[in-house]
C-alpha cells in the first residue's frame, strides 16, 4: 500500500479506501469466529457471495466505507462503514477488526477517526451503533471513542447460543471530544 491511499490518519491506524483487491481480506475478518460472535450472526458468507456484494457496495458511494491500516506496517486491519441516513444526516456505523490486532486499540481509534470524519467531513448529526450487550470489548471502544448509550432492544441478538439484549449508542458531534485531526490539514 502506498502510504498516499491513507486519508485520515491517527496515532496509529489510518483510514484509507475500500478496495476491492482487499476482498479476501474482509471476507476472512467478516467470517471470523469472533465477528460472527460480535454480530450474533450464526452462519458465515461464502467468499464468492461477499465478493459479489463488495461490487455492488463499491458501487453505492452514498455508503462511505473505508479501510483501516497500521500506520507503522501499512497492513490492512479492519473496515469501517457508515449507512447514511441522507434526508436527515445521521448514520449506522458498522466495525470490523482483523482477529491478530483485536484488543490493541485499533478499533477505539478506527472509531475515532469515522466519528471525525462523520462530523468534521460529511456533516452528520448523529452516528448511531447496534452491539451486543455481552460484547464488553466493542462496548468500551465505543464508549471510549465518544458514544453513549441510547437504549437497547431486549432479547435482540444471541450470544454463544443464548438470547441477549442488542444496545444501542450513538454520537452527535457534541459528544465527540475532538479536536479534529483535520484542523492540522488546513
Same mark, same amino acid.
Given at each position: 500500500?502506498?502510504? &498516499?491511499?491513507? $486519508? @485520515? ?12 483487491? @482487499? #476482498?479476501?481480506?474482509? $471476507? ?6 469472533? &465477528?460472527?460472535?460480535?454480530? *450474533? ?9 461477499? /465478493?459479489?456484494?463488495?461490487? %455492488?457496495?463499491?458501487? =453505492?458511494? =452514498? ?9 507503522? /506496517?501499512? =497492513? ?24 491478530? %490486532? ?8 478506527? &472509531? ?5 470524519? +462523520? ?6 448529526? &448523529?452516528? $448511531? ?5 455481552? =460484547? ?8 471510549? +471513542? *465518544? ?8 432479547? *435482540? *441478538?444471541? $450470544? ?11 454520537? /452527535?458531534?457534541?459528544?465527540? #471530544?475532538?479536536?479534529?485531526? @483535520?484542523?492540522?490539514?488546513?
Amino acid at each position: 500500500m502506498d502510504k &498516499t491511499t491513507v $486519508w @485520515l490518519r491517527g496515532a496509529t491506524v489510518g483510514l484509507g479506501p475500500y478496495e476491492r483487491s @482487499l #476482498a479476501y481480506k474482509y $471476507w476472512r475478518w467478516e467470517s471470523d469466529p469472533g &465477528t460472527l460472535l460480535g454480530y *450474533g450472526k450464526q452462519v458465515p458468507e461464502t467468499l464468492e457471495s461477499r /465478493t459479489a456484494g463488495l461490487e %455492488v457496495q463499491l458501487a =453505492n458511494s =452514498n455508503h462511505p466505507r473505508f479501510t483501516v491500516y497500521d500506520l507503522a /506496517t501499512n =497492513n490492512p486491519v479492519g473496515l469501517v462503514s457508515l449507512r447514511l441516513d441522507s434526508p436527515v444526516r445521521t448514520a449506522e456505523f458498522t466495525l470490523v477488526v482483523a482477529p491478530e %490486532v483485536r484488543g490493541r486499540g485499533v478499533g477505539t481509534e478506527a &472509531t475515532t477517526l469515522t466519528l471525525d470524519y +462523520a462530523f468534521h467531513l460529511a456533516n452528520l448529526r &448523529t452516528i $448511531w451503533l447496534k452491539v451486543l450487550e455481552p =460484547n464488553t470489548a466493542a462496548i468500551h471502544a465505543y464508549k471510549k +471513542a *465518544g458514544f453513549a448509550y441510547a437504549g437497547r432492544i431486549r432479547q *435482540g *441478538g444471541y $450470544w454463544l447460543g443464548r438470547p441477549c439484549d442488542e444496545l444501542i449508542m450513538d454520537a /452527535t458531534i457534541d459528544d465527540f #471530544a475532538g479536536p479534529s485531526i @483535520l484542523e492540522n490539514k488546513r
